[in-house]
């Protein structure tokens, strides 16, 4: 399964790597990093059907997450991929915004890597 996570903090890449460790050695999981909403949409357009699971940071400066979850939504659907958006502030104004615009799950940080390690099952 690949995964396109987009955060303009660069130090999730490690964060990530390092807690599935274990998926990537074994093949299960490869991930893809982006930095920027239009750093993602570019990944996108490029290698629209590799991304199965999108995890987006809400609050990135120049486009937002919800901004980039609202282009995905319009233009990335055959297949579509599930798009999780992740949010220091737990907030219902984002969260109610994410679900109009058709986000698929919501994490807040920091991340609980088994909780999403266990909503990744589910989409194997």
């Known amino acids: 399964m690949k995964i396109l996570v987009v955060d303009d903090e660069k130090d999730i890449q490690p964060l990530f790597e390092q807690r599935f ?9 490869e991930f893809e990093f982006a930095y920027s909403g239009e750093e993602a949409l570019t990944y996108l357009d490029g290698f629209e059907h590799e991304a199965v699971l999108i995890l987006s940071d809400i609050n990135m400066p120049g486009m937002s997450g919800l901004e980039l979850l609202n282009r995905i939504k319009q233009k990335h659907h055959n ?3 599930v798009v999780m958006m992740i949010t220091a502030y737990g907030d219902s104004e984002n969260y109610d915004r994410a679900m109009e615009l058709g986000a698929d799950d ?5 991340v ?13």
């Open 106 to 110: 919501f994490l807040t940080k920091p």
């Open 21 to 29: 460790r274990k998926e990537i050695r074994n093949g299960l999981i």
């Open 112 to 124: 609980d890597f088994a909780e999403l390690k266990e909503k990744i099952k589910i989409l194997e």
């Open 79 to 81: 297949p579509p991929p």
